[in-house]
């Protein structure tokens, strides 16, 4: 039996699972994060003037889980058409990046109540999603799409951040 040789991009599909696992678990971590600094975040979330296109706070659980999701998947998709993250290392720098920013935002909004720091460190996320993206998008289309819907969410958090630190100018 002859044994085919495997290109890029067609790792065995054991591994591929595995990748996918890992991708997974690596955003999980990442949510994670900020989840520990979001503990107290609902009852904090209620105290601000909000201004009237503010979502309840019921939203974005759900809201932030399916884009964890996509951004999981990208991040597969971009590993499986490279073959190993070495061959797409400026894509998974700038993935990696906008990960540990996305966990600081909670960090710097509900845990220390920095409203000023948070709103530059959203539009510094806000970039590094933009430059990830586009990375993946010239990999694979499909992984740059599955980020679109992460950066219209952190553009609209953008906008939601400005508001509120400026409608509590002493909590924030």
Request: net charge positive.
């Amino acid at each position: 039996m002859a044994v085919r040789p495997m290109r890029i991009g067609a790792a065995a599909p054991r591994g591929q699972w595995r990748a996918l696992g890992l991708s997974l678990l690596l955003v999980i971590v990442a949510g994670g994060v900020g989840a520990i600094a979001s503990l107290d975040a609902q009852s904090f979330y209620a105290l601000l003037a909000k201004p009237a296109w503010a979502p309840p706070a019921g939203v974005f659980g759900p809201v932030w889980t399916a884009l964890y999701l996509c951004m999981g998947l990208a991040a597969w998709i971009v590993w499986r058409a490279r073959g190993d993250i070495a061959h797409a290392s400026d894509a998974f720098l700038l993935y990696g990046a906008q990960l540990v920013l996305n966990g600081l935002w909670s960090w710097l909004f509900f845990r220390w109540h920095l409203g000023a720091l948070a709103l530059v460190e959203v539009c510094l996320l806000w970039l590094a999603i933009l430059a990830t993206l586009v990375h993946f998008w010239r990999i694979r289309r499909s992984a740059g799409l599955l980020l679109l819907p992460y950066l219209l969410w952190v553009s609209f958090a953008t906008a939601l951040t400005a508001a509120e630190w400026r409608l509590n100018p002493g909590i924030l």
